[in-house]
């Protein structure tokens, strides 16, 4: 079984200031993990992803996340928050031992980034 | 069209009718995935098609959930005897088999009354 944690409904940062939205996951295996944003009437967007390699991984709009084996975890991170990153984000895992379901996600219940100015 | 489209943006209908909902995939990607999003959740996986058969349909509800995808683009997820339960956001991604990116629409919302 896979499943992914988002701890916090709603995180509020001030413009300019670094920004974290938290992901902790479980899969009996290795993750494939993820990173998607929905903007209000919007469908969802691709952010960024970690397969293998470098545990920092850089991905659209200035985002980031960083791979963390032994806590489970794959924050999201950006280090200077814009008023137009508003918006809900979505972790999401794979097991990349589960054959035959494609790339099938299982996504965390969101968290709500408000940026202010 | 550059990306996936899904028809109807929204649904209304009464309980117990049937529904269908569309979904034109990006020209290509093999792979078609339904989702469903229910208020204050993330996307619930149903149903995942790798061309034109169901690979993995194992987050149907129920029998009253259908999906086809008989030429490998177009999609129709079919619901019977719709419930107020049913009342969701029904998302459709495609991608190709081995990025992990996937492509969403931007849903049909379903209310059932």
């Known amino acids: 079984a896979q499943s992914v944690a988002q701890p916090e409904d709603q995180v509020n940062v001030a413009e300019g200031n670094p920004l974290t939205v938290k992901c902790t996951y479980s899969v009996s295996g290795n993750p494939y993990l993820f990173w998607y944003v929905q903007y209000p009437n919007r469908g969802l967007q691709f952010l960024l992803k970690y397969i293998t390699g470098d545990n920092l991984v850089k991905g659209s709009y200035g985002f980031e996340a960083e791979f963390n084996k032994s806590q489970t975890s794959f924050h999201l991170k950006k280090p200077s928050a814009l008023v137009s990153d508003s918006a809900l984000y979505f972790c999401a895992v794979r097991d990349w031992e589960l054959t035959g379901g494609g790339n099938k996600l299982t996504f965390g219940t969101g968290t709500q980034l408000k940026v202010e100015l | 069209g550059a990306g996936v489209s899904q028809t109807p943006s929204n649904k209304v209908t009464e309980k117990g009718k049937y529904v269908e909902l569309r979904c034109d995939p990006i020209?290509?990607?093999?792979?078609l995935y339904w989702y469903r999003q229910s208020l204050g959740q993330g996307p619930e996986f149903l149903i995942y098609f790798q061309g034109t058969g169901a690979a993995d349909d194992s987050g149907l509800p129920n029998d009253r959930f259908f999906a086809v995808r008989p030429e490998g683009s177009v999609s129709t997820l079919k619901i019977q005897r719709t419930e107020r339960g049913d009342s969701a956001v029904y998302l459709c991604a495609t991608g190709t088999r081995n990025t992990g990116e996937l492509f969403f629409g931007e849903g049909s919302r379903l209310t059932v009354l």
């Open positions: 020209s290509g990607h093999t792979a």
